[in-house]
Antibody, heavy 119, light 111 residues
Framework: EVQLVESGGGLVQPGGSLRLSCAAS????????MSWVRQAPGKGLEWVGR??????????EYAAPVKGRFTISRDDSKNTLYLQMNSLKTDDTGVYYC??????????WGQGTLVTVSS | QSALTQPPSASGSPGQSVTISCTGT?????????VSWYQHHPGKAPKLMIY???KRPSGVPDRFSGSKSGNTASLTVSGLQAEDEADYYC???????????FGTGTKVTVL
C-alpha cells in the first residue's frame, strides 16, 4: 500500500524558512515523479512544484508564486521528498500535500501538513 | 498561469446526474490529453477520480466519467449518492509552463 507521510509544518514568521519532508513507502520511490500541492484556508488546490525521477534528469518545475523561494529535492536512499521554503509570506499559509505523479496526475496523496506564516 | 475555470457550485438529487465543466485554453486543456479530476472532502486528502481525460483509477466507481471537447473538459457523476458531496477540482498539463494548473473548484451538493 502506498503511504506518503508529510512532516515539518508549523508556525513561522514572515521572511522565515521551513523545510517539509515526505516519507514514502509501498512503491519504488526512485522510479516516481513527485510533487507538492497546497491549499490556503478557504481557497482551492494549487500546484507548488514537481521533481522528476533521476533517470529523467531529476529536473524540477515550480509555480510562479514560489519560484526562486522554494526548492524541491529528493533523497532516494531515504525514500524521502523535501520542500525547502525560504522568504515565506503570509500567502504561503496552508496545508501542504505530497503526491506521486503519473501521467500529469497526482495519483496518491499524503494527509498534509499545516504551515502557518504569521507574526 | 491562470487557473482553469469551473462553476462554483453544482447540485442534484440522489440518483440524478451532475456535470461539471472545466474551461482552459489551447495551451492546456485543449492542447493535451492530460486532464485529471479530484474529489476533496474537507479535512481529508484529495482523491484522484479521473486521469488522462477519461481514465478511472482502480477503485473509482464507473459512475464517474470524464470527457473533453475543445478547450473544455467535463466530469459527470451519474447516480448521485450522498457521499459524492464534496469539492471537485480539474487539473491540466500546461505546455506554456511545462507544469500543471488546477481549476477553481466546484462544490457539489447532493440535495
Amino acid at each position: 500500500e502506498v503511504q506518503l507521510v508529510e512532516s515539518g509544518g508549523g508556525l513561522v514568521q514572515p521572511g522565515g524558512s521551513l523545510r517539509l519532508s515526505c516519507a514514502a513507502s509501498g512503491f519504488t520511490f526512485n522510479n516516481a515523479w513527485m510533487s507538492w500541492v497546497r491549499q490556503a484556508p478557504g481557497k482551492g488546490l494549487e500546484w507548488v512544484g514537481r521533481i522528476n525521477k533521476k533517470t529523467d534528469g531529476g529536473t524540477t518545475e515550480y509555480a510562479a508564486p514560489v519560484k526562486g523561494r522554494f526548492t524541491i529535492s529528493r533523497d532516494d536512499s531515504k525514500n524521502t521528498l523535501y520542500l525547502q521554503m525560504n522568504s515565506l509570506k503570509t500567502d504561503d499559509t496552508g496545508v501542504y500535500y505530497c503526491t506521486t505523479i503519473r501521467t500529469a496526475a497526482a495519483d496518491c496523496w499524503g494527509q498534509g501538513t499545516l504551515v502557518t506564516v504569521s507574526s | 498561469q491562470s487557473a482553469l475555470t469551473q462553476p462554483p457550485s453544482a447540485s442534484g438529487s440522489p440518483g440524478q446526474s451532475v456535470t461539471i465543466s472545466c474551461t482552459g485554453t489551447s495551451s492546456d486543456v485543449g492542447g493535451y490529453s492530460y486532464v485529471s479530476w479530484y474529489q476533496h472532502h474537507p479535512g481529508k486528502a484529495p482523491k484522484l477520480m479521473i486521469y488522462e481525460v477519461s481514465k478511472r483509477p482502480s477503485g473509482v466507481p464507473d459512475r464517474f466519467s470524464g470527457s473533453k471537447s475543445g478547450n473544455t473538459a467535463s466530469l459527470t457523476v451519474s447516480g448521485l449518492q450522498a457521499e459524492d458531496e464534496a469539492d471537485y477540482y480539474c487539473s491540466s498539463y500546461s505546455g506554456s509552463s511545462n507544469f500543471y494548473v488546477f481549476g477553481t473548484g466546484t462544490k457539489v451538493t447532493v440535495l
